[in-house]
């Protein structure tokens, strides 16, 4: 059975940093993409960020590029989400995802394992 654990979100002033981290288990991790995603109050969940099994090929939706950095740690299992200079416009639950397959992709059809979420709050 796989898991995702997320783990780092908190309250932050509008130009400070976060670290998200997301724990999985249950298959082999290298295997297969991951990502993040957000959702915020009264709107859908939008992708964030993804990263291929090897940690070689990542994309961002267009509002984060420059910002936030995604990674992982194969040997650890891990893959985190370092979010830089943040705004109030980036509050929302963010979600770690687990691909499908090997390869990045923006879209949620291509995610069949989701965590819990951790709430992002940036005060303006």
């Known amino acids: 059975q796989v898991q995702l654990v997320e783990s780092g979100g908190g309250l932050v002033q509008a130009g400070g940093s976060l670290r998200l981290s997301c724990a999985a288990s249950g298959r082999t991790f290298s295997r297969y993409a991951m990502g993040w995603f957000r959702q915020a109050p009264g709107k859908e969940r939008e992708f964030v960020a993804t990263?291929?099994?090897?940690?070689?090929?990542?994309y961002y939706v267009n509002s984060v590029k420059g910002r936030f950095t995604i990674s992982r740690d194969n040997a650890k299992n891990t893959v985190y989400l370092r979010m830089n200079n943040l705004k109030p416009e980036d509050t929302a639950v963010y979600y770690c995802?687990?691909?499908?397959?090997?390869?990045?992709?923006?879209?949620?059809?291509?995610?069949?394992?989701w965590g819990q979420g951790t709430q992002v709050t940036v005060s303006s």
């Open positions: 995802a687990g691909g499908r397959g090997y390869s990045t992709s923006s879209l949620t059809y291509d995610y069949d394992y």
């Open positions: 990263i291929d099994g090897s940690g070689g090929s990542t």
